[in-house]
């Protein structure tokens, strides 16, 4: 199986902040990586795909770029909405795996 | 609007079988592939499989060996099956559309996703 290793496992973060996730794959995956959101007790929400494709209707302060091993996901200004649990998630091959999570908190 | 409502008891015996149904509306499940994701309680997402609208499957190796997915497309629904639950089983489960994207030569994506339901196992 690929192992997917996010890193910070938290951060606290203020409004208005540069944020930035890391994720780094086992192998090469190409670009085949996407991200998602996750709030307590809601489903994961799909923010980008193929490692910088944004998501229809996500706000365009979140980008994602990377290409093979290491890939990041940036939130260019920090909005109370998003303080949330985010994964990163590889399609390069079944099974497909999930990062640990990052929870970015308030500062 | 695609929705997706994971449906089931969400209360198990060990050694007994988790059964799970995902009703789909707004979309055709004779399209697109179709996952089963679960979290246990505080912790991360492990994918568990998936099934295509012909019925095609692919499982999880950790899991294969107790896990069936199956499709009804005239119902616009696709059902889990986990054998043999454990303590370790406990968990929330989703079901969520498996979209094939063609950039950057295809893969797939979570797009749409059910609620969850929490699923325990306990004697």
């Known amino acids: 199986d690929i192992q997917m290793t996010q890193s910070p496992s938290s951060l606290s973060a203020s409004v208005g902040d540069r944020v930035t996730i890391t994720c780094r794959a086992s192998q090469t995956i190409s670009s085949y990586l996407n991200w998602y959101q996750q709030k307590p007790g809601k489903d994961p929400k799909l923010l980008i795909y193929?490692?910088?494709s944004l998501q229809s209707g996500v706000p365009s302060r979140f980008s994602g770029s990377g290409s093979g091993t290491d890939f990041t996901l940036t939130i260019s200004s920090l909005q109370p909405e998003d303080f949330a649990t985010y994964y990163c998630q590889q399609s390069y091959s079944t099974p497909w795996t999930f990062g640990q999570g990052t929870k970015v908190e308030i500062k | 609007q695609v929705q997706l409502q994971e449906s089931g008891p969400g209360l198990v015996k060990p050694s007994e079988t988790l059964s799970l149904t995902c009703t789909v509306s707004?979309?055709?499940?004779?399209?697109?592939?179709w996952s089963w994701i679960r979290q246990p309680p505080g912790k991360g997402l492990e994918w568990i499989g998936y099934i295509v609208y012909s019925g095609s499957t692919n499982y999880n190796p950790s899991l294969k060996s107790r896990v069936t997915i199956s499709i009804d497309t005239s119902r616009n629904q696709f059902s889990l099956k986990l054998r043999s639950v454990t303590a370790a089983d406990t968990a929330v489960y989703f079901c969520?559309?498996?979209?094939?994207?063609?950039?950057?030569?295809?893969?797939?994506?979570?797009?749409?996703w059910g609620q969850g339901t929490l699923v325990t196992v306990s004697p």
């Open positions: 707004g979309d055709s499940i004779s399209s697109d592939f």
């Open positions: 193929a490692a910088s």
């Open positions: 969520a559309r498996t979209k094939y994207y063609y950039e950057s030569g295809g893969s797939y994506y979570f797009d749409y």
